[in-house]
């Protein structure tokens, strides 16, 4: 079946801090890989997605780069701000699915 | 553009009863999908609706059913209410045709069974 794991919260990081959260998967067909974020007190927003190996997703300062060879998707950023502070969930679809499986989800606090 | 709008926003009932959860698709999009968000877990999939039909189903039993609307809207109805039923419910539109299509989501009732 297909499954996707993302690495453990919370994580707590200064302002301007570099952001790595690591996400593997595993999937029965070629999937997309999506990074859906949620702010508190709403649903979830899509941050980036790629759909093929090396396709590199990237949105507000984000990326992520699909490697199949390491069936990873890891988010990061260089320089990460206060208004960053949410829970990312990383998911994949399959080709024909339109079901999304996603992570447990990685709470990220920012501090100034 | 009116986004996926959802009601109520959150909700008390207790266990046996039976709950009926609304969501409104964006405009333009005729495939509605609903997720169980657990608290502190990823959201999971109960099953998606096209064009009024079931369209793929989850891990979940029976008692929990949907519907969809010639406007495309929807309801999430769950019967015999458990438990462990608590959770965010999250519904997501997309617009027609094609598997790369992305998904819009609406803030999600939060339902609590006591």
């Known amino acids: 079946g297909n499954s996707v794991t993302q690495m453990e919260g919370p994580v707590t990081l200064s302002e301007e801090a570099f952001l790595t959260i690591n996400c593997t998967y595993t999937?029965?067909?070629?999937?997309?890989l999506f990074w859906y974020v949620q702010y508190p007190g709403e649903g979830l927003q899509l941050l980036l997605k790629?759909?093929?190996?090396?396709d590199k997703g990237s949105n507000k300062g984000f990326e992520a780069t699909y490697r199949k060879e390491t069936t990873s998707f890891h988010l990061e950023k260089g320089s990460v701000q206060v208004s960053d502070s949410a829970v990312y969930f990383c998911?994949?679809?399959?080709?024909?699915?339109?079901?999304?499986?996603f992570g447990t989800g990685t709470r990220l606090t920012i501090i100034p | 553009e009116t986004g996926v709008t959802q009601s109520p926003t959150h909700l008390i009932k207790t266990r046996g009863q039976q709950v009926t959860l609304r969501c409104s698709s964006q405009s333009g999009h005729n495939t509605v999908s609903w997720y169980q968000q657990a608290l502190g877990q990823g959201p999971q999939f109960i099953f998606q609706y096209y064009r009024e039909e079931e369209n793929g189903r989850g891990n979940f039993p029976p008692r929990f059913s949907g519907l969809q609307f010639p406007n495309y809207s929807s309801e999430l109805n769950v019967n015999a209410l458990e438990l462990d039923d608590s959770a965010l419910y999250l519904c997501?539109?997309?617009?027609?045709?094609?598997?790369?299509?992305?998904?819009?989501f609406g803030p999600g009732t939060r339902l609590t069974v006591l």
């Open positions: 998911a994949l679809r399959v080709f024909g699915n339109e079901k999304l499986t």
């Open positions: 999937a029965t067909g070629y999937p997309s």
């Open positions: 997501a539109s997309s617009p027609a045709g094609g598997s790369y299509n992305e998904q819009f």
């Open positions: 790629a759909t093929k190996a090396d």
